[in-house]
């Protein structure tokens, strides 16, 4: 099948590109465009081209398999100035997604014709590259340095109503984009307009001033990325020099990126989450279709869970003892699609829709018929037990059970029940209804039909649906408690919150640990803390810094002290009297403080991770380091443009990390401090998580 066809249908040319599954700009795809064009350019029946795409999307993108390897020739810059150049007119008809080099394409084409569910983009940054092929000063002097820069160096797409006001689509198709297209390439020719050359266009007056401020907003909302700030200058020389030039030096800056650290991060991580969202060997053709669900527990996360549902389509029954909690979780629920609504995020039609498909109930009777069910009560192992018997007391024989449990064991919790093999954990990250992650746990006993469903249900709600094994806090907050830790030890050895947390920021977290514990409520972090004291060392129990911040009734933002005091507004500042808690609390126990580096909390925060990481591939509770980096990447802020824990130890090299190790064993003792057997052998031979 020829990737690029050319169809003459009276005398518009159309050039159809069909490279599924989302007509990605491959090496087949430029050549045949590059042939297609000379081919109309040399017909003299050919008066008008339009060039469209088969399938349900316009070119999405760049060829994945191509990424990070040597560019084959022809370049799309190439196909792009050939199709610009043209004398004949060209129109794009615009269906599904064009984003990067689709856009690009497309920008490259005398004029638009976009179907109005569609959405463009230049998405290039989330990859820690630019726009190769001339986007941004095509861009910006169709829809101006302000709309250019926030598709370009922000990443964010417009739909198609956007488009046409931005001056980036020159008419909307309400179905047939092709047949649209093709029909305003015949008024062109009616009404004798010709080519109209984007590169032709002048480029907007923009004052300097604008692009030193778009430096600071992108330098805080996308704090140490390379990439928004190269889409900036090459905006800035895209107004003072000429588009040749402003191509020229484009093209000059996406090679320095492409070939940068951060690049290679953000390409792993890309292909990290596909990897880690399809377990091996998992039969989802077995998964069941859940027509309704039902979530047990309505507080916070059963509340999230439940929007998560609502939000798929899918009824749902929410089940709570508490009459009061379930009338709020009600409200809560109302309010928040109220304001989606004010917002434009959802219609009035949904809003009531999603309403009318949420059944409130006191009675685990009215789970009789769903498909599957998610327990979302207290983090105590008895409580749970309990809850989860008088779910499946009320279920079908082949409904399934999903218990969102943080930290404890699943099979412990399904060991009671007469059908535990249609247990699974599915665990959910609050505000449920927002974050991305999802760890779909497998108990020893759980079906693989329980678990291919698991794993589809994630990926009906949105999410990124990672499967992991039983273990202390499964990947995420296993590996967690042991930065948390050492956060904690270093408190008492010397630092202070404000430079453990200004430390994790600097190296690209969205927030450090004690700014975090504050968010969630040290209530939360306290009452976790008791549920483990069994499970933690002597000097762990012993580290009371919590207790005694908690014991003072600062709560965190939510009562306005924390490790930190909050203003009205929720803004921030370091509390003296913390600092003084903190220092009494290490003489009352004997320990001498000191100066502790910004590199040692860098390092002990990181290593302790990526070593237990280590431990759990060793014991199998994740399949593969992609999974690890999976879950920190869109769970716990780790910096994406860093490749997540496991990438990022790879960039290190296992000597160095085992030799810190070591470092840090002689002072904090191997307790807490003995490199993983897998990190050892890899230090031994060279090896990386990732290979070489």
Not at 310 to 338: D, F, H, W
Request: with cysteine; net charge neutral.
């Amino acid at each position: 099948m020829q990737a690029v066809s050319s169809t003459l249908s009276g005398n518009i040319r159309v050039i159809l590109i069909d490279n599924p599954p989302v007509n990605a700009t491959s090496q087949a795809v430029r050549a045949g465009l590059l042939q297609a064009m000379e081919q109309a350019g040399a017909d003299g029946a050919t008066q008008a081209i339009v060039i469209a795409c088969a399938g349900a999307t316009f070119v999405a993108g760049a060829d994945i398999k191509e990424f990070g390897k040597p560019p084959v020739d022809p370049h799309l810059s190439d196909v792009i100035h050939a199709i610009e150049s043209s004398d004949k007119p060209v129109v794009a008809a615009i269906h599904g997604l064009a984003l990067g080099g689709g856009l690009e394409l497309a920008l490259g084409c005398h004029y638009r014709v976009v179907d109005a569910q569609a959405r463009l983009g230049l998405p290039e940054s989330t990859l820690g590259i630019i726009p190769g092929a001339g986007g941004i000063p095509r861009l910006l002097r169709l829809a101006g340095v302000e709309k250019a820069l926030d598709m370009a160096a922000g990443g964010k797409p417009i739909d198609a109503v956007q488009a046409l006001e931005a001056g980036v689509a020159d008419a909307l198709a309400q179905e047939d984009v092709r047949g649209a297209a093709m029909a305003y390439a015949q008024r062109l020719l009616e009404q004798g307009r010709g080519a109209r050359r984007t590169r032709e266009l002048p480029a907007p007056a923009c004052d300097p001033a604008t692009f030193d401020a778009a430096r600071d907003r992108f330098r805080a909302s996308h704090r140490g990325q390379l990439a928004p700030q190269a889409c900036v200058d090459v905006a800035a020389r895209s107004v003072s020099a000429d588009f040749d030039a402003a191509v020229t030096y484009g093209r000059e800056r996406f090679r320095e990126l492409v070939a940068s650290p951060q690049a290679r991060a953000l390409r792993h991580a890309f292909f990290a989450e596909r990897v880690a969202t399809k377990p091996a060997g998992l039969p989802m053709e077995e998964a069941k279709p859940v027509r309704k669900a039902g979530v047990v527990g309505a507080g916070t996360m059963g509340t999230g869970i439940a929007m998560c549902f609502l939000n798929a389509g899918i009824p749902v029954v929410l089940v709570e003892q508490n009459e009061k909690v379930l009338a709020s979780s009600v409200e809560t629920i109302g309010k928040t699609y109220r304001n989606d609504v004010a917002k434009g995020r959802i219609t009035a039609d949904t809003q009531r829709a999603r309403g009318e498909a949420l059944m409130p109930t006191l009675q685990y009777e009215s789970l009789h018929d769903c498909d599957l069910v998610v327990e979302a009560v207290f983090e105590d192992m008895g409580v749970k037990q309990q809850v989860l018997a008088s779910i499946e007391e009320n279920l079908r024989l082949d409904a399934l059970i999903a218990t969102n449990t943080s930290f404890l064991d699943i099979d412990a919790l399904a060991a009671g029940l007469r059908r535990p093999e249609n247990v699974v954990g599915m665990h959910f990250f609050s505000p449920a209804h927002i974050m991305k992650l999802l760890e779909n746990v497998r108990g020893k006993r759980s079906a693989p039909r329980a678990l291919a469903t698991a794993q589809a249900l994630g990926k009906r709600l949105g999410k990124v649906a990672v499967m992991v094994g039983v273990s202390d806090g499964f990947v995420g907050n296993r590996m967690l408690a042991r930065r948390t830790r050492e956060c904690y030890f270093m408190l008492e050895e010397g630092a202070l919150p404000e430079q453990v947390d200004r430390v994790l920021c600097e190296f690209g977290f969205p927030m450090g640990q004690f700014q975090l514990n504050d968010l969630a409520g040290l209530d939360v972090a306290w009452r976790n803390r008791q549920s483990r004291l069994d499970r933690l060392s002597e000097r762990e129990v012993a580290c009371n810094i919590l207790d005694e911040i908690v014991a003072a009734g600062r709560l965190g933002q939510k009562t306005g002290a924390g490790f930190y005091t909050y203003d009205a507004q929720r803004r921030r500042s370091v509390d003296p009297a913390i600092s003084e808690l903190i220092v009494r609390n290490a003489e009352r126990r004997g320990i001498a403080r000191r100066v502790i580096s910004d590199e040692e909390i860098l390092e002990r925060c990181l290593y302790s991770m990526i070593n237990e990481g280590a431990r759990i591939l060793e014991e199998g509770v994740a399949s593969r380091p992609e999974d690890i980096d999976t879950i920190w990447l869109n769970g716990y802020g780790f910096p994406r443009f860093r490749g997540g824990p496991m990438f990022h130890a790879d960039q290190i090299g296992a000597a160095r990390i085992c030799e810190r190790i070591r470092h840090y064993a002689s002072h904090a003792g191997a307790q807490y401090w003995t490199p993983a057997p897998l990190l050892l052998a890899q230090a031994r031979d060279g090896g990386a998580f990732h290979g070489r």
